[in-house]
């Protein structure tokens, strides 16, 4: 059972960064996708970005495009989400997630 645990949520402005995390228990040996979604108060859990473990590949949403960046540390088993200039639209939890593992998820709150 591999464990996902997320970090680096908080509360910004608008406009302002955040680097979120997500370090996983075990070794990733294979060429999955490791995966950011998030989750707005009434609404339903959208994808945000993507990363493929081996190649390195990426995959954004349109709404997040320009303004977030996926990165992966092999070594450390660990992804991470950049995310500058945020905005007010992206207050959600953030999960990540790869085959059928999710995180717990980090709250990020943007003020405006």
């Known amino acids: 059972q591999v464990q996902l645990v997320e970090s680096g949520g908080g509360l910004v402005q608008a406009g302002g960064s955040l680097r979120l995390s997500c370090a996983a228990s075990e070794r990733i040996s294979r060429n999955y996708r490791m995966n950011w979604f998030r989750q707005a108060p009434g609404k339903e859990r959208e994808f945000v970005a993507g990363?493929?473990?081996?190649?390195?590949?990426?995959v954004y949403a349109d709404s997040v495009k320009g303004r977030f960046t996926i990165s992966r540390d092999n070594a450390k088993n660990t992804v991470f989400l950049q995310m500058n200039n945020l905005k007010p639209e992206d207050t959600a939890v953030y999960c990540c997630s790869f085959r059928e593992y999710w995180g717990q998820g980090t709250q990020v709150t943007v003020s405006a």
């Open positions: 990363i493929w473990w081996i190649g390195g590949d990426t």
